[in-house]
């Protein structure tokens, strides 16, 4: 049964892994109540580690960001959906090297830094990210690559992204029309698959049991949290949640994250195994 409200009896979090579209900040505006009980997890030693299916910002990019909210933290603590595609390419298809990136600068960076050739000849493999300034002819070269052969691979599925004002197309929305182009589906390295939660699980050094995973939305946040093992928290701040059977439901629900309690000393033993 989901637990709401305010008396929730909260099981013992070591270590928190949270997104940050929706949970932290909407577009360019904080969430005061979410920058608030990051800042006091954090003086209280707690470790957290954020995961966003967002390719278009680097961690160097979400460090600055967080900073000018008042909230400082390493690039280590975040991991992104363009991080985690250039290396799910080096672990799963280590014999490519040419690449056709749809997306941002950060999308494209993340594939050089691995050792990737970023172009759009012969390409043997297509990423797809968020791409504010997507063209037909962008999608008809991923399409042509799709159709002869190569890898077909998307950061994540969110068909929307909450802003300042309301709402925006994701990534998801332009994968989903390629995707009905071709008839291919791609492999997503972003939420709701686990690789970014592995990632973030190993960061942090806290155990599965007493690891809690935040997230607005349902489809992407939740599944991911639930599918590696983790108590999982949906903060009603950002997509609206909308209900479908078939997905596992998450196991608390607020509408702030100071309604999350975490004791002093379970943060305190956090610090020390991590010392």
């Given amino acids: 049964m989901v637990s709401t409200g305010s008396n929730v009896n909260w099981p013992p979090i070591e270590g928190i892994i949270s997104d940050l579209d929706g949970v932290v900040y909407r577009g360019s505006t904080a969430m005061a109540d979410a920058i608030e009980a990051f800042t006091r997890w954090q003086k209280a030693g707690l470790p957290f580690c954020f995961v966003t299916n967002n390719s278009t910002h680097t961690p160097e990019d979400v460090v600055r960001k967080l900073r000018g909210f008042g909230l400082s933290i390493a690039p280590s603590e975040v991991v992104t959906s363009a991080i985690t595609a250039a290396e799910l390419i080096r672990a799963n298809y ?12 950060s999308l ?3 594939m050089r830094d691995v050792g990737l050739e970023v172009t759009d000849r012969t390409p043997e493999a297509v990423v797809m990210g968020l791409d504010r300034d997507i063209t037909h002819e962008k999608m008809r070269i991923a399409v042509e690559a799709i159709l002869n052969g190569a890898v077909f691979i998307g950061t994540n599925p969110d068909l929307l992204l909450p802003t300042a004002s309301g709402f925006e197309p994701g990534a998801g929305a332009t994968i989903a029309a390629v995707a009905a182009a071709t008839q291919v589906q791609p492999s997503i390295a972003g939420k709701p698959q686990v690789p970014m939660i592995e990632t973030a699980l190993s960061r942090l050094g806290t155990k599965r049991a007493s690891t809690i995973m935040i997230g607005d939305q349902v489809p992407t946040d939740i599944q991911a949290g639930k599918r590696a093992g983790l108590a999982t928290v949906l903060v009603t701040t950002g997509v609206p949640m909308r209900q479908d059977p078939l997905l596992m439901a998450p196991d608390f629900i607020v509408s702030s994250l100071r309604e999350i309690e975490v004791r002093a000393a379970r943060a305190a033993q956090a610090r020390q195994r991590r010392a």
């Fill in 108 to 110: 494209v960076t993340a």
């Fill in 94 to 105: 280590p014999q490519l090297t040419r690449i056709y990136v749809i997306g941002a600068p």
